[in-house]
């Protein structure tokens, strides 16, 4: 897989939409960002490092 570097506001709201479905849905948060590695085309670590990094504390602010 090729690294990607940039993440869009797109990508970021592909990966919160995931998380928090999944969350809702009785997953871990470990399985959302699997599931959110297969739609960005980006590993799982990575989407984690985002989410905790910079997603998350936007939706606190939603």
């Known amino acids: 897989m090729a690294r ?3 993440w869009s506001t797109k990508d970021d709201n592909i990966l919160a939409e995931t998380v928090l479905n999944c969350i809702q849905n009785g ?3 470990l399985i959302a960002f699997e599931e959110a590695a297969e739609k ?3 590993t799982a670590a990575a ?3 985002r989410w ?3 997603v998350r504390k936007t ?3 939603n």
Do not use: H
Request: overall charge positive; charged content about 20%; glycine content about 6%.
């Open 47 to 49: 989407c984690g490092f």
């Open 52 to 54: 905790n990094s910079t």
């Open 59 to 61: 939706m606190k602010n």
């Open 4 to 6: 990607k570097i940039n």
């Open 27 to 29: 997953k871990t948060q």
């Open 40 to 42: 960005l085309n980006r």
